[in-house]
């Protein structure tokens, strides 16, 4: 069982339960009593897509379901691919992603070293680029991938809500154990 039961999305304190869900979904959101569900069936690589797709629901209710699931799912590969698990899930293996499909459109992914000392990322969307600096760990790295995609997918949204968006699901998602695999000098440990 999570010990998470609340989570800060864009300001306001959702309830997060994993329970039984009815009909065919996954998850569910209610504005009305601030609360996620997700469904306690759901494992791995389905519960991650899961978390993402309901709190993008919080952040945009007026999104079409059908982008939602598509920017859930595109988040949801990136980092899977990256190598981000919970403890009980398969052990991950980081795998070096040059490429992401995010929205249908293939993106280069390039961790470098840092331009200049405030800079993290950058996403190119004449480009189809997006860059992320390569000294970075922990929870600032799983923000700025959720950054940097987040523009790829909606680089017309304003700077501050894809700002907001990134650290409140990074903390909800570090907040409930998912990580990388650990990786020192280029080895898993």
Same mark, same amino acid.
């Given at each position: 069982?999570?010990?998470?039961?609340?989570?800060?999305?864009?300001?306001?304190?959702?309830?997060?339960?994993?329970? /039984?869900?009815?009909?065919?979904?996954?998850?569910?959101?209610?504005?009305?009593?601030?609360?996620?569900?997700? /469904?306690?069936?759901?494992?791995? @690589?389905?519960?991650?897509?899961?978390?993402?797709?309901?709190?993008?629901?919080?952040?945009?209710?007026?999104?079409?379901?059908?982008?939602?699931?598509?920017?859930?799912?595109?988040?949801?590969?990136?980092?899977?691919?990256?190598?981000?698990?919970?403890?009980?899930?398969?052990?991950?293996?980081? /795998?070096?992603?040059?490429?992401?499909?995010?929205?249908?459109?293939?993106? @280069?992914?390039?961790?470098?070293?840092?331009?200049?000392?405030?800079?993290?990322?950058?996403?190119?969307?004449?480009?189809?680029?997006?860059?992320?600096?390569?000294?970075?760990?922990?929870?600032?790295?799983?923000?700025?991938?959720?950054?940097?995609?987040?523009?790829?997918?909606?680089?017309?949204?304003?700077?501050?809500?894809?700002?907001?968006?990134?650290?409140?699901? /990074?903390?909800?998602?570090? @907040?409930?154990?998912? @990580?990388?695999?650990?990786?020192?000098?280029?080895?898993?440990?």
């Amino acid at each position: 069982m999570n010990p998470v039961k609340t989570a800060t999305l864009m300001g306001h304190v959702w309830k997060i339960k994993f329970c /039984s869900v009815p009909g065919d979904k996954w998850g569910t959101f209610d504005w009305g009593d601030m609360t996620l569900c997700i /469904s306690y069936q759901t494992k791995e @690589r389905l519960r991650l897509d899961t978390i993402i797709h309901e709190c993008l629901h919080a952040f945009c209710p007026y999104l079409h379901e059908d982008f939602v699931a598509t920017i859930a799912t595109d988040l949801c590969n990136v980092l899977w691919r990256l190598g981000y698990r919970l403890p009980e899930d398969d052990v991950a293996k980081m /795998s070096n992603v040059r490429t992401a499909t995010l929205l249908g459109n293939r993106w @280069r992914i390039k961790f470098r070293t840092k331009k200049h000392p405030l800079w993290l990322g950058e996403c190119y969307e004449n480009r189809s680029l997006i860059e992320i600096r390569d000294d970075i760990e922990d929870r600032l790295l799983l923000e700025t991938i959720l950054h940097e995609c987040i523009h790829a997918c909606c680089w017309y949204i304003d700077e501050e809500f894809v700002r907001i968006m990134a650290i409140d699901q /990074s903390r909800l998602l570090w @907040r409930l154990g998912y @990580r990388p695999p650990e990786v020192k000098d280029g080895v898993e440990r």
